[in-house]
């Protein structure tokens, strides 16, 4: 059964630092690339960062840009998302995605979701 499950999720203060987990099943993860996405409440989804099947290209939006870092365990068919310097806007629920081989920060790239989790920065 086909499955991306996200965790890690949580309440942060400003300025704190949480990892996101995004778990692959189901298919041979390593030949698709791996997006993050975040959808705030009264917001469209938004793309936040993405690697290649390889992990050799990685995109991020501008408002995180230096501040999250995404990476690839291939052999544990997991990808993460350092956040780092969180702020109060980093609040939503964040989803991850795949598309075969090559990252998009453009959620309709995507073919199959995550549920999702949630992160609030709140002091």
């Known amino acids: 059964q086909l499955q991306l499950v996200e965790s890690g999720g949580g309440l942060v203060q400003p300025g704190g630092s949480l990892r996101l987990s995004c778990a692959a099943s189901?298919?041979?993860?390593?030949?698709?690339?791996i997006g993050w996405f975040r959808q705030a409440p009264g917001k469209e989804r938004e793309g936040v960062s993405c690697i290649s099947s390889s992990g050799g290209s990685t995109k991020y939006a501008e408002p995180v840009k230096g501040r999250f870092t995404i990476s690839r365990d291939n052999a544990k068919n997991t990808v993460y998302l350092q956040m780092n310097s969180l702020r109060p806007e980093d609040t939503a629920v964040y989803y991850c995605?795949?598309?075969?081989?090559?990252?998009?920060?453009?959620?309709?790239?995507?073919?199959?979701w995550g549920q999702g989790t949630q992160v609030t920065v709140s002091s």
């Open positions: 189901g298919f041979t993860s390593n030949y698709y690339a």
């Open positions: 995605a795949r598309r075969y081989k090559i990252g998009s920060l453009d959620p309709h790239a995507y073919d199959y």
